[in-house]
């Protein structure tokens, strides 16, 4: 047993003096392993360890961002945008608000009818499932499930909603 742990070890030795990388020279920004480039250039040994360079190509010109039109009017340009008018900015708050009570109200239908159908845990039985109680099992799971993620919907609909500006009648209406 010894001896063939032993030679293993040798045998992974071996091929690691064989992987072992040709001493690697720095050139500013640029790295070769030829001696002779190295030299007439300058270059400067790199030790300490292996090194990957990945060559990079030159960025698509299309996939580069474009720059910014010259701003050509008087005001000066902020980082945080254009300019949203008071009753620009209320029209949206408005719409948004709209947006969330109604999407509030189909979840909380969604939300009625899966409740109905879990039936607190015992939904009723579907043909397939008498005969195999695991499908059933896996299914009242799974409503368990999505009753679950329903009100953690209606939760996060409400957060929405109590983050927008008061409505304009002043109360809220979920």
């Known amino acids: ?14 091929t690691l003096q064989c992987a072992a990388q040709e001493p690697i020279y720095r050139c500013g920004n640029e790295y070769t392993n030829t001696k002779p480039d190295a030299r007439a250039k300058g270059c400067k040994l790199v030790e300490g360890g292996n090194i990957t360079v990945v060559q ?19 005001t000066p340009a902020t980082s945080t945008g254009p300019k949203v008018t008071l009753n620009e900015q209320k029209t949206r708050d408005t719409d948004t608000r709209m947006i969330l009570q109604s999407e509030l109200k189909k979840a909380i239908a969604r939300q009625d009818d899966l409740k109905k159908e879990y039936n607190n845990g015992e939904p009723e039985k579907r043909g397939e499932e008498t005969r195999n109680y695991q499908k059933y099992l896996d299914r009242v799971a799974e409503l368990k499930a999505n009753v679950a993620r329903t009100e953690s919907d209606i939760a996060g609909i409400k957060r929405e909603l109590d983050r927008l500006p008061a409505a304009p009648g002043g109360s809220s209406n979920y």
Do not use: Y
């Open 56 to 74: 990079g190509g030159l960025p698509n010109k299309s996939a580069a961002p474009k720059a910014p039109p010259a701003n050509t009017s008087s």
């Open 1 to 14: 047993m010894k001896q063939v742990l032993l030679t293993v070890a040798l045998l992974a030795m071996g």
